[in-house]
């Protein structure tokens, strides 16, 4: 599994950003995504979940109602649907991969088994 996020940038309060994280490996399917985000001076923070088939997924509440997860096997990539966004999504924002097995344990960043680099999201007022 290797891991590129991308769709990151600037967009106003009240706007929306679509991220995308693409696996150049084998074994995408085999694997829960998971999307984190980490603000300056702040911990890493679960943003959302979906299971190896998409028929789960999982939200933190800062992001519940507003931003959306699903994944296409056959791309290999999992994407992230911002809508509504408010400064305080400004952050960094990581996509991860944890056994499809393990998905109980998507909330934390500590049980990840591959990480993509961050792409960042600002959201001015």
């Known amino acids: 599994v290797q891991l590129q996020a991308s769709g990151g940038g600037l967009v106003q309060a009240g706007g929306s950003l679509r991220l995308s994280c693409a696996d150049s490996?084998?074994?995408?399917?085999?694997?829960?995504m998971v999307w984190f985000r980490q603000a300056p001076g702040k911990e890493r923070e679960f943003v959302a979940a979906?299971?190896?088939?998409?028929?789960?997924?999982d939200y933190g509440d800062s992001v519940k109602g507003r931003f959306t997860i699903s994944r296409d096997n056959s791309k290999n990539t999992v994407y992230l649907q911002m809508n509504s966004l408010k400064p305080e999504d400004t952050a960094v924002y990581y996509c991860?991969?944890?056994?499809?097995?393990?998905?109980?344990?998507?909330?934390?960043?500590?049980?990840?088994?591959?990480w993509g680099k961050g792409t960042l999201v600002t959201v001015s007022s």
């Open positions: 991860a991969a944890i056994q499809s097995d393990l998905y109980y344990l998507a909330t934390y960043p500590s049980y990840m088994n591959y």
């Open positions: 490996g084998r074994s995408f399917s085999r694997y829960a």
């Open positions: 979906i299971s190896w088939s998409g028929a789960s997924t």
